[in-house]
């Protein structure tokens, strides 16, 4: 690797975004990538440096972000996540590129809500930014942390209220992020990132139902539900998203994944063709 090949620090390289994004940068030949985790040892992807970094280890982060060239940012799903991204970013080199991970239609919250205060500690760095804001991943089919267990024993609980979502597949936003990493013409866009169309929860379950070959019966339920065995702040968080999803936030179909990488975004049923019945669960 030449010595002035990039250095990009990935956070969260082995979750939903975090992988596929390592998955793509490595494929370029002069670029040098970080793959961020707060278990480093479990990092194991050919040709990326595992690197210790903690939102819960603050002295840590120069020693993370030594320097880089452009930085990932996954968005920590804590009521702190706004003061922690400043800080991590004063610590970050002023040349360092960022793309945050947010989410659509993060406004819907009003300038002080929790989402664009974590976008405005990007935007106020004086870093150069780009802020990706996707509508809900695919991947929560496949996760064993939202829906996949349910799935595979044929229900997919939702608190939809009839509104339709644009699922997104995490490879796209990733995907997108490769671009905003490496060129700086990205800088200073928010892009809206969705799947090619936006589908009802009955329309979702059909298509569920027609992948694993045998019936998943959607339970729309209420937000209180919906958020049944969480607590604090993470409550708050599922709540709100639910109303958001209710009142059509992640409905809206965008062209930016497109326009950003020049491929059409994946539909759900190539998703979930590809990852088979019954998503990820072994049986
Ligand atoms: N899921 C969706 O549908 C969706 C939709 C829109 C926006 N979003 C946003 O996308 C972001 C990612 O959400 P996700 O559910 O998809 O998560 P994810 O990226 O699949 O996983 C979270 C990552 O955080 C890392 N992590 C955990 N504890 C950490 C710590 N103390 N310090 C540093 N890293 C830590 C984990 O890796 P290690 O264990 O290796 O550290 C993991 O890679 C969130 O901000 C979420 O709000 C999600």
Known sequence: MGADAPRLLITGVRGKTGLPLARLLVEHKDVDVLGGSSNPESVDLDG???????WDVPSGWRAATEDVDAVYIVRPDRADAPDLIGALLDETPARARIVLLSEQDADYMGADGWAPRAERAVRDSGHAWTILRPSWFMQVFTDPRFYRDQIADGALPFSSGGASLAWIDARDIAAVAEQALLDEKHAGQVYELTGPESLTLPRTAELLSAAAGRPVVLHEMTIDE??????????????LTFERVRAGSFAEVTDSVERVTGRPARTLPAFLAEAGPPFGRAT
């Open 48 to 54: 990326v440096r595992p690197t210790a970094f903690s």
């Open 226 to 239: 919906a958020v049944d065995g969480t607590t604090g702040f993470e409550r708050e968080l599922f709540a």
